[in-house]
């Protein structure tokens, strides 16, 4: 009694996990949930998402709501407990239902095609009939040509004044179904992989600056184990407009106190260095930041000389006399339509220029503004120029930063997946019997065929064939 009692409840578990409802199901809560999870940002500042929940719920109740969703887990979703636990259970019922139908599937592969009754031909799916005036021998000798150069590897059966050819083709292809099981039970494996031992955080990197973490959120960091560096960020704009172009970084790995790598990243253009990778994400200008201007000095003999220079500093084009002194610096400037005075219209390095007081021996001192986009602002008489390279030092590169070490396990299933649904879709098992029967001075054909799917092609098959070989027949009669 007690082995019956644990018979059935083991025959209980195991159809419970075979269901093809509770797969179904599973799928419907993993789609919902990953809606929620693509629609709210993960690990982000409470204020980003409370903002975003006050677009669908309004003001009042979005921190309320904000709270529910944090106490579910939905901030850190693809983390949370329930979901990886969703995940394994999908994956487990995806095995069981696996197990459970593999074995008929494969004896349903291995047995071998046999041939049947011109009854039983003619009860077939797909059946064809026709009566060609020729010999028994030649009808069958161009039929087996026909079959063969269709692809298909063809047995005969003979007897009763008729000769049977039979074939089958693609019936490996039942068993594709489950390498697209595989490859998704990889996928979830690679994903829970990356979820243990990976992470997704972010850093904000001043140029000239160096960190050996990276951050989770604002209070929690994590170890790179080496050191990374900005050297410089630059955006790139479309000529004449503020529309950005490319956003760019120049990034040093820094191991063991010396540079292993040295890489200028943009947007998918990222770094990658001990399975850890770089992308670019943002940008941003730092509070009270004392940086460098980066300033070409050309005279008009065409010596140049590059300078970096702080406020108040000065400096001299050789040769010529002329002086100047850095006295102000604007973010984005621009003349105002109505007033015509000078203004600067943004916090970011829009469109960056350095004011100089200059001072030219026998000339009045004047105060010029020099923009960075636009060179020509720095030409000085006599062929003389001040080029505006760069504010150095003020802005940040924003980078996330991402480990996962199951993306090739991700990236292998991926491949598995796309072979298995192109054979699952497109391929198919085709059974053909075509059976020659001997009438006087004729031979009367009988088709038969099935597919399991795509049967309107198989169909073309089956005519392409019959087509071939009637040509043939027709052909060798007029020899």
Known sequence: MEEKEKKDIFET?????????????????????????????QQAEPSKNIALLAKFFGDAFAPTVYNIF????????????????????????????????????????????????????KSMPVKKELTIKTSLNTARDEFFNALTASGYRVYEASGNGSIQLYTQKGRFARLFVYVVHLSIILIFLGALIGIRFGFKGYLNLPEGRASTVAYLSPDKTIPLGFTIKCNWYDTQYYKGTDTPKEFQSELVIIDDGREVLKKVIEVNDPLTYNGIT????????????????????????????????KYGDSFEIPGTGIKGTISDFSTALTRDR??????????????????ID??????????????????????????????????WGVEYTG????KDPGVWLIYLASILMSIGLYICFFISHKKIWIQITNDRDHARITVGGSSNRNRLAFENDIEKILSRASK????????
């Open 399 to 402: 980078l996330q930063v991402a």
């Open 472 to 479: 043939a027949i027709e052909e060798r009669s007029k020899k």
């Open 70 to 121: 944090a106490k579910l887990g939905f901030m850190d979703m693809y983390g949370s407990w329930w979901f990886v636990s969703f995940l394994v259970l999908f994956s487990i019922n995806l095995v069981v239902c696996s197990l459970d139908r593999f074995p008929k599937t494969l004896r349903l592969v291995k047995t071998p095609l046999r041939p049947l009754s011109e009854n039983g031909i």
């Open 278 to 309: 770089f992308y670019q994400s943002n940008y941003g200008m730092m509070e009270n930041a004392a940086g460098y201007f980066i300033l070409n000095i050309s005279s008009g003999s065409g010596q140049e000389n590059t300078l970096r220079l």
């Open 13 to 41: 578990v195991w159809k419970f996990f075979a269901s093809v409802k509770l797969a179904i199901f599973l799928l419907i809560i993993l789609a919902l949930t990953s809606i929620i999870g693509t629609i709210v940002e």
């Open 338 to 355: 109505n007033t015509g005075a000078l203004t600067t219209y943004s916090e970011m390095m829009v469109n960056p220029a350095v004011a």
């Open 358 to 391: 200059f001072d030219i021996p026998g000339e009045k001192k004047f105060k010029g503004w020099i923009l960075r986009r636009y060179p020509e602002t720095g030409i000085l008489p006599g062929g003389n120029s001040v080029k505006f390279v760069d504010f």
